[in-house]
């Protein structure tokens, strides 16, 4: 498979394609070529007092233009290690551009080049919410032995809140290694906001079980619990989710198997357990790319993760045979409000005086989602 042939999971006839024919999922057509021109003028004259940060999950129309490309955390302390860098155009999310302002100097200033480019799991669990859950814990009598694990797919709001309550940031590559710690800290782990990466690292990697586990609805009183399913409960998982990973099926790797033998399933932690619990393999964003970039020539790959991802890895191993897990197109439709138009726009203001979208994270929620932070680094 090779550079437009990355297939969905479909028809008998999708596997057997020949090489060149279209087939549906494929990346939209470039954007207007003088966009291309425009940029790198817009590029060439910010020089080095920019920055411009690529997420894996980006347009490869955006991706063109990156300095790095890596996940959040990577991208975030890039940005904090090239403090010449005075402007940093994050091309990712919410989120992560509020991660970068945090790490950055004052000096530095993040640049999100579409103030719509949320993500949905991060705003599966508001501040308001997560004080409200933390007053039942109080009332309970339990928060004192809670430690709060919040993954770094979180708003800054619930960075903060980690730190204050003595808990931890995590990635999905060092999940395993924040709860370790926190139940040497404590009794109990609030995980925020995505329940399967937290289902995921308790059950496969720590060896807990379901059962060890709750659901915490925050729409819900008590969070749809009784008091003793959360006095029992060894993981407290918030009822949030990723809206990507959280559309693959076991039924996906099942036909994925039937159709092409020999294949191997790679998912990313974000996933339903009963997928990541029938995968072949199970890592993080890097960890995959990883995975397929150092697998023999041939090597057969059905991938659950975004799909921009999915289609650069197959352009960039055109030896491997590389397949879409799921049967649908399923872009991660925020990431992709990032395009070459908007960091276009972004880029020219800058060049001519205006700066626009700048993310900034207020002094106290900084200083507070900061102690999470650097307690994620600290990590045995």
């Not at 057509?29 to 980006?58: E, N, T």
């Not at 975030?76 to 989120?95: D, L, M, T, Y």
């Not at 809140?161 to 931890?168: D, L, P, S, V």
């Not at 880029?347 to 507070?368: F, P, T």
Request: proline share 3%; hydrophobic share 45%; aromatic share 6%.
């Amino acid at each position: 498979m090779g550079t437009s042939d990355l297939l969905l999971l479909g028809s008998e006839s999708d596997l057997n394609s020949e090489r060149g024919v279209s087939c549906d999922g494929q990346l939209p057509a470039a954007s207007d070529p003088q966009l291309v021109d425009r940029a790198q003028v817009a590029r060439k004259a910010l020089g080095a007092k920019a920055m411009v940060l690529g997420h894996h999950y980006q347009r490869d129309e955006v991706i063109a233009f990156a300095d790095i490309r890596g996940d959040s955390f990577k991208l975030a302390q890039a940005a904090a290690e090239n403090s010449a860098a005075e402007f940093i155009f994050f091309c990712g999310v919410h989120f992560m551009a509020e991660s970068a302002d945090i790490l950055t100097t004052k000096n530095q200033k993040v640049i999100l080049p579409d103030l719509a480019a949320g993500c949905s799991m991060a705003d599966m669990a508001t501040a308001s919410q997560v004080a409200d859950c933390w007053q039942v814990l109080e009332k309970l009598g339990v928060a004192k032995k809670t430690i709060p694990i919040t993954y770094m797919n979180s708003s800054a709001a619930i960075k903060a809140f980690t730190g204050k309550n003595h808990g931890a940031v995590c990635t999905s590559s060092n999940a395993a290694r924040a709860m370790k710690w926190a139940f040497e800290k404590g009794e109990k782990i609030l995980f925020l906001p995505d329940q399967h990466l937290g289902r995921n690292t308790a059950v496969l990697s720590l060896g807990l079980t379901l059962a060890d586990c709750v659901i915490y609805n925050p729409w819900k009183p008590n969070g749809g619990l009784t008091d003793d399913a959360i006095k029992n409960a060894k993981v407290i998982l918030w009822r949030g989710h990723c809206s990507v990973h959280g559309r693959f099926t076991v039924g996906n790797i099942e036909d994925v198997r039937v159709k092409l033998p020999g294949v191997k399933v790679l998912v990313h932690p974000e996933c339903q357990h009963d997928v990541v619990s029938n995968a072949d393999v199970v890592g993080s964003t890097e960890m995959i790319i990883k995975t397929v970039s150092q697998s023999p020539a041939g090597a057969k790959w059905a991938i659950g993760t975004e799909l921009n991802l999915v289609q650069r890895l197959a352009n960039e191993n055109p030896d491997k045979q590389i397949v879409f897990l799921d049967k649908a197109v399923c872009y991660c439709s925020t990431m992709n409000r990032i395009d070459l138009p908007h960091l276009v726009w972004a880029m020219e203001s800058l060049v001519s005086g205006r700066l626009i979208n700048q993310i900034k994270v207020e002094d106290e929620v900084a200083k507070y989602a900061k102690v999470a932070l650097d307690q994620m680094l600290a990590l045995p």
